[in-house]
């Protein structure tokens, strides 16, 4: 169980997720365009099968854009870089609607970037939560 799913401040992360997810997306890939109809999702079920199989867990946001799918795991603080990395290497373990989670890009978004090198070495994307930011009117 993820402690943070309990704090109000995780909830607040995960709507500046959703609300910004397309300039979000932008700086993390490096896209030259904003992306088109991208379509989230909150909590979607982790299971063991691509048929179904028992829960592992839940994701935070699901961001689908087209056929690509994009995870996000928003953490308020991460006192553990071996807890982080536990729980995202057993969702890539599962599915989610029947496709591979090892397939599909994992961003970490958190506050703080003290580890941000550490999880990109572990080949994963992070992003540093700042309520404040602005992005560009049109995109990044």
């Known amino acids: 169980m993820d402690p943070d799913i309990k704090k109000p401040e995780h909830d607040q992360m995960i709507q500046w997720i959703d609300a910004n997810v397309e300039d979000i997306l932008m700086v993390v890939f490096g896209a030259a365009a904003r992306p088109k109809d991208v379509r989230t999702r909150w909590e979607p079920v982790v299971r063991q099968t691509s048929g179904g199989g028992g829960i592992i867990g839940f994701v935070d946001l699901l961001a689908r854009i087209s056929q690509q799918r994009i995870v996000f795991e928003a953490k308020t603080t991460i006192d553990s870089l071996g807890v982080l990395f536990r729980q995202v290497r057993m969702y890539q373990e599962g599915y989610i609607d029947g ?3 090892y397939e599909m890009p994992i961003v970490v978004v958190c506050p703080d970037d003290t ?5 990109r070495e572990q080949r994963l ?10 992005f560009a009117v049109g995109g990044v």
């Open 125 to 134: 994307h992070f992003f540093k939560y700042d309520p404040t930011m602005k």
């Open 115 to 119: 580890h941000a090198e550490k999880i």
């Open 99 to 101: 496709l591979p989670i």
